[in-house]
């Protein structure tokens, strides 16, 4: 599929980045097609120099100059974003938006009478080596070919689905904050190698190629991973011995109260901006 559109990203920084290397590598649009705006010079040089894309400090210049904006900013500056750019956003605007809790009803209502179309996009890191896992929601005047289009940009990072916004919060929760969990538990497999005897080398390199092997196992045999563990778990053996110490320390209680407690501070988000 190659875009006609030109695409603005409103925020250069390091999802914009990935989304641009991605959108370019599948040739899903020209890099004259590509116009970003953000206030940092080193940014917006990086970028144009990285790229070959046009770049300005102005987001209106950018918006009036694209058909589909990408608003790639922090939730807290959203408002004031969208209170500068609503001037320069009209009907033939599709906006997509990456800030993690802002709901869809939020920018429409910031935007009210532009008649543009809105997409909730949440991505994750690993979209950084198109790796990235998105989940887009539609808002009410978003048509088919819109969804298409956002899902190729999308696609062009990794895996994108489309998903009804109320459980966009619940993705933040999961796969938005989810590769920090998978880190932390790396790190945490690291350092027991070294508790036990190993040097931070070989324990890194071990622990890598397992986690890699372990996903590409699960991908590729299409078993559930709950009977893949079992197939490692000898009766009276190590591997059950190690679970064991899991369980005592509430291992799954944990990891599923700490997407819990990213999807409510996702709603959070959302909830304080629309009081405001």
Do not use: W
């Amino acid at each position: 599929m190659k875009l006609a559109e030109k695409i603005g990203f409103i925020g250069g920084g390091k999802m914009a980045e990935a989304l641009i290397k991605g959108i370019l590598d599948v040739e899903l649009v020209n890099a004259d097609q590509i116009m970003v705006a953000d206030p940092d010079l080193s940014r917006r040089d990086l970028l144009k120099k990285s790229f070959s894309v046009a770049v300005s400090a102005d987001g209106n210049d950018i918006v009036k100059k694209s058909e589909v904006v990408i608003l790639a900013v922090k939730p807290q500056v959203m408002g004031k974003l969208l209170d500068q750019l609503n001037k320069s956003i009209g009907k033939e605007h599709l906006l997509i938006s990456i800030a993690a809790g802002i709901p869809i009803s939020f920018i429409e209502g910031s935007l009210a009478g532009s008649g543009c179309r809105v997409v909730r996009v949440m991505p994750n890191t690993p979209a950084l080596i198109q790796q990235g896992a998105s989940a887009l929601s539609p808002g009410s005047r978003v048509k088919d070919n819109d969804l298409e289009i956002a899902r190729s940009i999308f696609d062009a990072i990794g895996i994108s689905l489309v998903l009804d916004e109320v459980y966009l919060d619940a993705v933040t929760g999961l796969s938005g904050s989810g590769p920090a969990y998978v880190f932390t538990f790396i790190e945490s497999l690291i350092d027991a190698g070294l508790k036990v005897g190993l040097s931070r080398q070989v324990a890194m390199d071990l622990v890598l190629q397992t986690i890699s092997g372990s996903v590409n196992l699960i991908r590729e045999s299409g078993e559930d991973p709950a009977l893949l563990r079992a197939m490692v778990t000898s009766p009276g053996g190590t591997t059950i011995a190690g679970l064991h110490e899991f369980e005592k320390a509430g291992f799954r209680g944990i990891v599923m109260n700490a997407v819990e407690a990213a999807t409510l501070r996702s709603r959070e988000l959302g909830a304080c901006l629309s009081q405001k």
